[in-house]
Nanobody, 115 residues
């Protein structure tokens, strides 16, 4: 399974971005899809996750109410809608898929929020 993330960019504080991630080569929809991020000089951290049905989501506390994760299993896509961005949201965003017996990471997409 391969993951390809896109949608990053440079945005001013208060702006919005929508990240997308496509799952390639799967035989069944991943059990869990998630987004992580890594800021310069910091460890990779969890941002948001969604289960297969889309009925259960989890968020890092600092992004609750601003970010929304969603998925489209028919098209093997997962999204992260990011609103009211702040400079602390800057980093490389990675999508992550948890499958039965394995997991996979995408290549990352850069998000830069200017103040």
């Amino acid at each position: 399974v391969q993951l390809q993330a896109s949608g990053g960019g440079l945005v001013q504080a208060g702006g919005s971005l929508r990240l997308s991630c496509v799952v390639i080569g799967r035989t069944r929809s991943p059990y869990i899809m998630a987004w992580f991020r890594q800021a310069p000089g910091k460890e990779r951290e969890f941002v948001a996750a969604i289960n297969r049905s889309g009925g259960t989501t989890e968020y890092k506390s600092s992004v609750k109410g601003r970010f929304t994760i969603s998925r489209d299993n028919a098209n093997d896509m997962v999204y992260l809608q990011m609103n009211t961005l702040i400079p602390e949201d800057t980093g490389v965003y990675y999508c992550h898929a948890v499958l039965i017996g394995s997991d996979s990471w995408g290549q990352g997409t850069q998000v830069t929020v200017s103040s």
